[in-house]
C-alpha cells in the first residue's frame, strides 16, 4: 500500500486544527500536524502578498489524497487552498501500517 503527506497551509492556527480534525475524525488521515507561526510569500491576485499562516501536514494512504483534497476544499476559508499530496518514499513500517489501520473506514 502506498502512503502520502498532505501538505496544507491555513489562514490560522484555528483553522488548521479545525482541518486537522475534521480529516482524523474521518478516517481520511490517520494523523494531522499543525505548525503555527509559518510566513508565506506569494503572488496573488497580480501583486507579492506576504502572509502569516498555520502549516497543516496530514500522514494517510494514497488512495484516501482525492478526498482528502475534496474536504479541505469543502471546508476551507481560501478559495484557492494549497492541499497537495506527495508520496511517502520510505518510513517506519510500523508507522506506515498504523496509517493504514486508521484510515480504515469503521464498520
Given at each position: 500500500m502506498e502512503h502520502s503527506l498532505i501538505y496544507?497551509?491555513?489562514?490560522?492556527?484555528?483553522?488548521a486544527v479545525m482541518l486537522g480534525r475534521s480529516l482524523v475524525e474521518a478516517r481520511l488521515v490517520a494523523c494531522a500536524n499543525v505548525?503555527?507561526?509559518?510566513?508565506?510569500?506569494?503572488?496573488?491576485?497580480?501583486?507579492?502578498?506576504?502572509?502569516?499562516?498555520?502549516l497543516l501536514v496530514a500522514k494517510t494512504v494514497s488512495g484516501n489524497a482525492d478526498a482528502v483534497i475534496a474536504k479541505v476544499k469543502e471546508l476551507h476559508s481560501?478559495?484557492?487552498?494549497?492541499?497537495?499530496?506527495m508520496?511517502?518514499?520510505?518510513?517506519?513500517a510500523?508507522?506506515?501500517?498504523?496509517?493504514?489501520?486508521?484510515?480504515?473506514?469503521?464498520?
Amino acid at each position: 500500500m502506498e502512503h502520502s503527506l498532505i501538505y496544507i497551509t491555513a489562514a490560522s492556527r484555528d483553522e488548521a486544527v479545525m482541518l486537522g480534525r475534521s480529516l482524523v475524525e474521518a478516517r481520511l488521515v490517520a494523523c494531522a500536524n499543525v505548525i503555527d507561526g509559518a510566513i508565506s510569500i506569494y503572488w496573488w491576485e497580480g501583486a507579492v502578498q506576504e502572509e502569516r499562516e498555520a502549516l497543516l501536514v496530514a500522514k494517510t494512504v494514497s488512495g484516501n489524497a482525492d478526498a482528502v483534497i475534496a474536504k479541505v476544499k469543502e471546508l476551507h476559508s481560501y478559495s484557492c487552498p494549497c492541499v497537495v499530496a506527495m508520496p511517502i518514499a520510505a518510513g517506519n513500517a510500523a508507522y506506515l501500517e498504523w496509517i493504514e489501520r486508521e484510515t480504515e473506514p469503521r464498520r
